[in-house]
């Protein structure tokens, strides 16, 4: 996933929170294995590799299951098909020149939430066009997140923080005090049962004639996001918070407050707060 993680356990001894630990690093290991796009022999990379229909593993299923779901509820800003997309803007961050036009209109054809469906019965995804390429790099991180913290609890621990590059989740409040002290873009906010992400064009970029291009693909263009924007989003769990910040990013503030109202209206407790600059 390319990013440190930290955890932070308050538990009744040491070892229960070593063990705690230890399982929770080794789940973001096996999901790392599974979901990675740069190692050619994860369940992803091979999904993409051999395409049509496939049976897919259980987490690998819910996290395309909720991928398809923010594809849908952001108008196709949050899409994982972005893949060969992605590609070209990592090429372009080597070798510090934009893609072609050709390349980036092959890409394009690529790169849709209507050209893969998912079967919940058979547990299958279906990629309808040969070459497609997934990248989960803007929402499994959330859900490591939350399946590592999802252990913790398992070994009875409440009060812990499972912290993924900045993307985080909070328990409940270390002892004497009334909330985790963290740090967002800045400001100092004092937190409990949350989870929050960050994305924007400050943490990966490349500039080409003056111009920035965020990691953020706006599957629209092909190209990385230029406008300059920082999105915060505080959710129930890790991986809505991570998908929704980097959506954010792609909507701009408007439509970002749009959707949070239609969020929070279906009882879910979401806060996305867009900055935008010059
Ligand atoms: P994040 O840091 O969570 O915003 O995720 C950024 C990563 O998500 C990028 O490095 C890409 O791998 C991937 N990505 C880029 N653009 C999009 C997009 N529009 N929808 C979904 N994933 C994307
Ligand atoms: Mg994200």
Same mark, same amino acid.
């Given at each position: 996933?390319?990013?440190?993680?930290?955890?932070?356990?308050?538990?009744?001894?040491?070892?229960?929170?070593?063990?705690?630990?230890? =399982?929770? !690093?080794?789940?973001?290991?096996?999901?790392? =294995?599974?979901?990675?796009?740069?190692?050619?022999?994860?369940?992803?990379?091979?999904? %993409?590799?051999?395409?049509? %229909?496939?049976?897919?593993?259980?987490?690998?299923?819910?996290?395309?299951?909720?991928?398809?779901?923010?594809?849908?509820?952001?108008?196709?800003?949050?899409?994982?098909?972005?893949?060969?997309?992605?590609?070209?803007?990592?090429?372009?961050?080597?070798?510090?020149?934009?893609?072609?036009?050709?390349?980036?209109?092959?890409?394009?054809?690529?790169?849709?939430?209507?050209?893969?469906?998912?079967?919940?019965?058979?547990?299958?995804?279906?990629?309808?066009?040969?070459?497609?390429?997934?990248?989960?790099?803007?929402?499994?991180?959330? !859900?490591?997140?939350?399946?590592?913290?999802?252990?913790?609890?398992?070994?009875?621990?409440?009060?812990?923080?499972?912290?993924?590059?900045?993307?985080?989740?909070?328990?409940?409040?270390?002892?004497?005090?009334?909330?985790?002290?963290?740090?967002?873009?800045?400001?100092?906010?004092?937190?409990?049962?949350?989870?929050?992400?960050?994305?924007?064009?400050?943490?990966?970029?490349?500039?080409?004639?003056?111009?920035?291009?965020?990691?953020?693909?706006?599957?629209?263009?092909?190209?990385?996001?230029?406008?300059?924007?920082?999105?915060?989003?505080?959710?129930?769990?890790?991986?809505?918070?991570?998908?929704?910040?980097?959506?954010? %990013?792609?909507?701009?503030?408007?439509?970002?407050?749009?959707?949070?109202?239609?969020?929070?209206?279906?009882?879910?407790?979401?806060?996305?707060?867009?900055?935008?600059?010059?």
């Amino acid at each position: 996933m390319g990013v440190l993680v930290r955890i932070v356990l308050y538990a009744e001894s040491k070892m229960l929170a070593d063990q705690a630990a230890e =399982d929770a !690093y080794a789940e973001f290991q096996r999901l790392n =294995d599974m979901m990675s796009d740069y190692d050619q022999d994860s369940e992803l990379s091979k999904l %993409c590799e051999n395409g049509g %229909c496939q049976k897919v593993s259980p987490d690998l299923f819910a996290v395309l299951k909720e991928a398809k779901y923010y594809s849908t509820i952001s108008s196709g800003a949050f899409d994982i098909t972005v893949g060969p997309m992605v590609k070209l803007w990592r090429r372009s961050r080597r070798q510090k020149v934009l893609p072609k036009q050709k390349y980036i209109d092959t890409a394009k054809e690529l790169v849709g939430n209507h050209l893969w469906t998912l079967d919940e019965e058979k547990q299958s995804v279906t990629l309808l066009k040969k070459g497609m390429q997934l990248d989960l790099g803007a929402i499994a991180k959330g !859900y490591a997140v939350d399946r590592a913290f999802e252990i913790i609890m398992k070994h009875g621990i409440t009060t812990q923080l499972v912290d993924a590059g900045g993307d985080f989740r909070v328990g409940t409040a270390p002892p004497e005090k009334t909330g985790w002290r963290i740090d967002v873009d800045g400001e100092n906010v004092l937190t409990q049962n949350i989870a929050s992400a960050t994305s924007g064009d400050r943490f990966q970029f490349v500039e080409i004639d003056a111009v920035r291009y965020a990691h953020i693909i706006d599957p629209k263009t092909g190209l990385g996001l230029t406008h300059h924007c920082t999105a915060h989003v505080s959710a129930t769990t890790a991986m809505q918070a991570d998908a929704l910040a980097s959506a954010a %990013c792609v909507l701009g503030k408007e439509k970002s407050r749009e959707l949070e109202t239609a969020l929070n209206k279906q009882g879910q407790n979401v806060r996305i707060q867009v900055k935008e600059s010059e």
